[in-house]
């Protein structure tokens, strides 16, 4: 019985190793396979189980044997390329933007590569036109933009899924205007010009019917904050994001 299972186990490693892409191995993976090969070629040495001349070959492991085990079907063009892989995954999941724009005075109208156009203007006491949104307040659009769109995802990826009907925002943010103020002028700022505080409150009215504990709200909108590409960028920034989960359902 120990040696079918040693088999059953040296059988199953080898069909394991024999399906993993070569794309999608690291050093870090090859070195946890090879572990494993020896680990079994040991016990079924020890156990006394009859390995065929490939296994024998494979499971032979010496530093001699490196090059030819890092040539097998399993490890092929994988070592001196882990780079060029990474390189080659980040690109598969690389997702561009690309925005082009024309300003005049304080005003500047843009426009997206999905063929969208956005505004932005400065209010009249800054010596702008106060025609469009300020930038900051686009910045702060698009952090309620991308929540909803991250939580609607969160929620439906959840077990059991969390079916959002929408989601009420209420959001404040401050920074010190000295941070873009100070002078003189061909002197750094000593404050920082980024937003320094993120408060407000996110109330989620989820579909008729379905139950929300507290640990899934938590759970919602923790996941959210961190899978936001806007969230995640401002916590980068040290912008603290002081933004409090309430349940639609309890507001009433």
């Not at 030819?68 to 490890?75: A, E, K, N, Q």
């Not at 036109?129 to 991308?146: I, K, R, Y």
Request: positive net charge; glycine residues 8%; hydrophobic residues 40%.
């Amino acid at each position: 019985k120990q040696q079918a299972k040693i088999r059953a186990k040296s059988a199953a490693a080898g069909q394991q190793l024999t399906c993993i892409s070569p794309n999608d191995l690291s050093m870090q993976l090859i070195l946890m396979h090879m572990i494993n090969l020896i680990s079994v070629a040991s016990f079924g040495r020890a156990s006394g189980v009859a390995f065929s001349v490939k296994q024998r070959a494979l499971y032979n492991f010496n530093s001699n044997n490196l090059p030819r085990i890092l040539g097998t079907r399993c490890f092929a063009n994988t070592v001196g390329s882990s780079t060029e892989t990474k390189a080659d995954d980040d690109d598969v999941h690389r997702k561009h933007y690309a925005i082009s724009g024309v300003g005049q005075r304080s005003k500047v109208t843009c426009k997206t590569n999905t063929n969208h156009i956005l505004e932005a203007d400065v209010p009249k006491k800054m010596g702008g036109g106060d025609e469009a949104p300020q930038p900051v307040e686009h910045l702060l659009a698009a952090l309620v933009g991308c929540t909803q769109a991250t939580a609607v995802y969160v929620g439906r990826m959840m077990k059991p899924r969390l079916i959002i009907e929408k989601i009420d925002f209420d959001i404040e943010a401050y920074r010190d205007e000295r941070g873009a103020l100070s002078l003189p002028i061909t002197e750094l700022p000593f404050t920082p010009a980024r937003l320094q505080r993120v408060t407000g409150v996110v109330v989620v009215h989820f579909k008729d019917g379905v139950e929300v504990s507290e640990e899934q709200l938590r759970i919602l909108g923790q996941q959210t904050e961190a899978r936001c590409p806007v969230a995640n960028m401002m916590h980068a920034s040290g912008c603290v994001m002081d933004i409090q989960w309430r349940n639609g359902a309890d507001e009433y």
